[in-house]
């Protein structure tokens, strides 16, 4: 869209207001596609789920691409943000609860991989189509985004469905033939069948002792998520310790990749090429282009680490190497701006802070960008997974919404250095709060992140958490597997 921007804002005259409003829209309106998700994916199934938000995206891209007006615009781009809420949540939990824990990081990194060369296809097309009339080119690029959704709708025919999800539904047989297609022989499949028959088992229970200390409450014979083992929400509303914690990990997360200002990079690069000096349209689309490929690149570079280097490294180096960019770009447009800034002292800032861009969502793109997806996918309970991944999406594209909608004014009112100065102090504090609570789960099962969360590293066995209801991983007195083979 940062591209097609430029020709939209010609062909249909629109004001800067209406640019914020178009490209933060999407993020606004994809909370509805993220609260729905959750819902949706426990009733028809995850595979299901991800079908219908390429369908969602497809109608509103094709909406989009035949816009007559700013108002039929803005129809097909609140279409398309329903589908991309839908599609954010549940990519990365599908592939989490698909994947074995080995591979899980790297296969959860794939949506944000996918995302990111659409990302770059898209400048490209920019690129390559600006030579169309103006009431054409835009129309052109925007419609090959329904492209994509079409090979997905064909691709999820030949999915497996989760295994978590099948287990959930007492369709054990099923679970265990898509074990067998993504473990590497029948012992993994089978001990993995097991991790997650007792963590569905002992959400039951928690859900029956719930119920029986509960002597006003009715059943309702009709309400499945007792019975299946899914979790309600006002287990997220009034967390318990252990969830709580989880929340504001993955919560705050989230919050950062967002509050750093990515998407004001991304989108508004035209804009921030402009103040740094490149003038003609097909300097501005070039340098456009260029952090597509850094921001793609850098993605593959991320699946590549994060199951041998891990979690936690990735996210400290994303986010300080994502401050000292923002930096050296708000530091070289200042540079830029003075008038006694001329000739080849000019030309230099100029090229640093195209750097400093590229560098931006490199540094984005290696650690923030696919790893806090990966994380809100696994410290999660099955029970509360898809519920509480939806509330990750919600603040992702909220915070997304306010930084896409506000940068113009923002840049107005502090100017562009400004504005970047500020995301950088934010990137700062995302440090921080990175090294002081995100946890490192490379390697574990999800069943095991889960039991981290409810035992403390030099805590002894007869403290651990043995309340049914916060543990999805144990025996009959709420002692985890591991930990009960220890003592007998």
Same mark, same amino acid.
């Given at each position: ?19 914020? @409003?178009?490209?933060? #829209? ?23 789920? !991800? ?23 803005? @129809? ?8 991309? +809420?839908?599609?954010?949540? =549940?990519a990365p939990v ?12 790297? *296969? ?10 659409? /990302? ?8 390559? *189509? ?13 419609? *090959? ?16 469905? #989760? ?19 993504? #473990? ?6 089978? &001990? ?73 990079? $991304?989108?508004?690069?035209? $804009? ?26 850098? $993605?593959?570079?991320a699946a590549f680490? /994060? ?28 540079? =830029?701006?003075?008038s006694s800034t ?16 590229? +560098? ?5 793109? $290696?650690?923030?960008?696919? @790893? ?18 939806? *509330? ?21 009112? !502090? ?18 709060? =990175? ?12 069943? &095991? ?20 209801? &916060? ?18």
């Open positions: 869209m940062s591209g097609a921007v430029i020709f939209i804002k010609k062909d249909l005259k629109i004001t800067d207001v209406q640019e914020e @409003v178009l490209i933060g #829209s999407l993020n606004i309106i994809s909370l509805l596609g993220s609260g729905l998700a959750g819902r949706t994916s426990d009733a028809i199934g995850r595979r299901w789920t !991800m079908a219908l938000a390429a369908f969602i995206f497809l109608i509103g891209a094709l909406v989009m691409a035949v816009s007559p007006s700013f108002a039929w615009l803005m @129809v097909g781009r609140s279409v398309a943000g329903i589908g991309v +809420g839908y599609a954010l949540l =549940i599908y592939t989490a609860e698909v994947a074995p824990a080995a591979s899980r990081g790297a *296969l959860t990194c794939f949506p944000e991989i996918f995302i990111n060369v659409g /990302i770059l296809i898209g400048y490209i097309a920019n690129y390559a *189509l600006q030579g169309l009339p103006p009431h054409l080119n835009w129309r052109v690029m925007i419609g *090959l985004g329904a492209v994509p959704p079409l090979f997905l709708g064909v691709a999820v025919l030949m999915m497996p469905e #989760s295994p978590r999800w099948l287990l959930m539904r007492d369709r054990k047989e099923d679970a265990m033939k898509v074990l067998l297609r993504t #473990s590497v022989d029948q012992a993994e499949a089978s &001990e993995r069948l097991e991790q997650i028959v007792q963590g569905i088992q002992y959400a039951k229970e928690a859900a029956a002792v719930n119920e029986s200390s509960n002597p006003n409450k009715t059943s309702n014979p009709n309400k499945t998520s007792k019975k299946d083992g899914e979790g309600k929400w006002r287990e997220l509303y009034k967390p318990s310790i252990a969830i709580r914690r989880m929340l504001i990990i993955a919560l705050g997360i989230q919050f950062f990749q967002q509050a750093g200002g990515i998407d004001a990079t $991304v989108y508004y690069s035209p $804009v921030t090429f402009k103040t740094a000096g490149i003038t003609s349209q097909g300097g501005i689309l070039g340098a456009t282009m260029a952090v597509g490929f850094a921001k793609a690149g850098f $993605v593959v570079v680490l /994060i199951d041998r280097v891990g979690r936690r490294p990735l996210l400290l180096t994303s986010a300080i190497g994502s401050t000292v960019s923002l930096l050296a770009l708000a530091t070289a447009l200042v540079i =830029i701006g003075k001329v000739g080849m002292a000019r030309e230099a800032a100029s090229y640093l802070a195209v750097i400093a861009a590229c +560098g931006n969502v490199a540094f984005f793109s $290696v650690g923030m960008g696919p @790893v806090n997806w990966v994380l809100g996918a696994e410290i999660f309970p099955l029970r509360l997974r898809a519920k509480a991944a939806s *509330l990750g999406v919600a603040v992702n594209r909220g915070m997304s919404g306010v930084v896409s909608m506000t940068f113009l004014s923002m840049s107005k009112a !502090m100017t562009v250095p400004g504005t970047f100065y500020l995301f950088a102090a934010v990137s700062a504090l995302c440090s921080i709060f =990175i090294y002081f609570c995100v946890p490192e789960t490379k390697g574990k099962t999800l069943e &095991e992140i889960v039991e981290s969360f409810h035992v403390k590293p030099q805590e002894s066995l007869d403290k651990r958490a043995t309340d049914l209801s &916060e543990l999805e991983l144990g025996n009959r007195r709420g002692i985890p597997v591991k930990a009960e083979t220890a003592v007998s």
